[in-house]
């Protein structure tokens, strides 16, 4: 019991620097974000809801002062500064992302989503604007995992929210290294049951996991990086062609100004 409320009180502590902090599945909050500087917008200029998981840090998060920072937040800023629209920010649970943009309840999304053929079938992608990539993690105190092979007979924690990367590539390794897989809606559940001990390790995009750790989390990489894929904006199949246009042209522009490299830079370091 005493390990039980040291490790939660350790999730609890770092989610409230970085977005980890759990909420209810029916919650929604909305943050309306004004990306105009002050200037008048055309009257014809169509406000955007784009819905987004703050539960992903550096991606997206909350900052100590409560405000929703991220590569994903800043960006998305940017983006509409460099093309003129406005938008409101929605955030949601990663499944819910998911299902309220294949739905069309929201005009598109920006939350750390990989582009893989499964969800071509439902959503339609902007250009890559970040490539991830899968690694193994596992509590820091651990001793007896140093490599795949060191996974036989134990248990791995992953995410799952239609096809995630990690997901996959656990279950194309499962059999050759002889490990259990146990499965978690969101990626903070995942994390909760690696330091509670019940799983022996994980696997995460690399960005996170390395910035989860810097963050104060107690884990460690064991592997090097996998299955490499690119992250894309997203929008419902077939809608908001103008929007998906806008963000691949405000991106290339800001890959060109240098303001791109500058938004990974507050959050990615060499």
């Known amino acids: 019991m005493i390990l039980f409320k040291r490790i939660n009180l350790l999730i609890m502590a770092i989610a409230m620097g970085m977005g980890l902090t759990a909420c209810t599945r029916t919650h929604k909050v909305t943050i309306s974000v004004d990306n105009t500087t002050g200037q008048e917008m055309p009257a014809e200029t169509k406000k955007y809801v784009i819905a987004t ?16 920072v991220g590569i994903d937040i800043d960006l998305l800023e940017a983006v509409a500064q460099d093309q003129g629209f406005t938008y409101e920010l ?55 995992i140093n490599s795949y092979e060191d996974l036989a007979g134990k248990t791995v924690a992953v995410a799952v929210a239609a096809g995630t990367e990690a ?60 299955r490499k894929s690119p992250y894309g904006f997203i929008v419902p199949k077939g809608q908001n062609p103008e929007l998906l246009e806008m963000f691949n042209e405000g991106l290339k522009n800001l890959k060109k100004s240098g303001k791109y490299e500058e938004i990974l830079q507050t959050y990615i370091h060499d």
């Open 167 to 226: 997901e996959a590539f656990a279950e194309s390794i499962q059999e050759r290294y002889g490990f259990e897989i146990v499965i978690f809606q969101e990626f903070k559940d995942v994390y909760t049951d690696v330091l509670e001990g019940n799983s022996q390790a994980f696997f995460e995009d690399y960005p996170v996991l390395g910035y989860i750790i810097s963050q104060g989390l107690q884990f460690k990489i064991i592997s090097d990086i996998e």
């Open 90 to 144: 929605r955030h949601m649970t990663f499944n819910e992302v998911l299902q309220s943009v294949a739905e069309g309840q929201v005009d598109g999304a920006l939350a750390g989503i990989s582009i893989t053929e499964e969800r071509k079938e439902f959503f339609d992608y902007s250009k890559p604007y970040f490539e991830g990539g899968i690694v193994l993690g596992t509590d820091a105190s651990r001793r007896d």
């Open 53 to 68: 998981n703050v539960f992903f840090a550096p991606f997206e998060f909350q900052n100590d002062a409560g405000e929703y």
